[in-house]
């Protein structure tokens, strides 16, 4: 009988199914499920709680849309602050970057770090050993209030929190509060970019993040990506203390970026 793993795109009202060849890792931590399975389409998945959150087919499409648009916007960078990201996707984008002199990566579940490490090591591809990249195994909310020297960039690359379940790992990273203690770590120029789900099956995701962040930041957006694992589109929202988000290609080699991708993530998706 064949495999299959079934996972939401939308809480009980959306799915999607793929044909798994192998289930590669599973591990209950003191925080969450993590599973990472070798599918047919999708190479091998991670998933925490049951969730989707990156697969070798596409993550590069998610990490290049997060990371590399309010990078490209910003003018020689010097430090960079990452929320979460465990499997070590935005720290190996980060570390493209040559004038990026320090990178803060915390992340609460070492689990997450370890299993990533070993079973899907392309998507960190060394950057964990990068010196400039120094790891926090931490909370997440009191680290941002500590902080005394400001970041060019931060990304938050937590979870969701999912319709219809209780998202107590990271609805905390959802709060005027912490997006307040983000504004005060952020350099003036800078940027602060989230993930916000699929913005055609989840919209309410999105407009939740906005409208929060307007009560931390005078400058807000939005932007998205083609991921198909997440069910078609990935949402990403933004938010400075003025500064635009003009990001320019600078003739690096990416795989999912250029012109046209560039061009769709500012585009009205007409759904």
Known sequence: MPDFLTFPIRGDKLSMRASVRARVHSRRT?????????????????????H???TEFDEHAYHESLVQIPLLSLDKPKRALVIGGGDGGVVRELTRNKSLEHIDLVEIDAGVVDACRQHM?????????DPRVHLHIADAFPFVKQ?????????ADSTDTYEGEDGALSEMLFTTEFYGDCARALSPQGFLVTQADNLVFCPYSLENILGTFREAFPKVGSYQALVPSFGGFSGFAWASHGAELRPELDGGAYRYLNEATLKLAFQPLGF
């Open 30 to 50: 003191e925080f969450q499920q993590i599973d990472i399975v070798e599918t047919d389409i999708f190479g091998r998945a991670l998933l925490l709680d049951g």
């Open 52 to 54: 989707i959150q990156l």
């Open 121 to 129: 090591p392309s998507v960190s591809d060394g950057a964990f050993d």
């Open 147 to 155: 902080v005394t020297e400001l970041y060019d960039l931060i990304v």
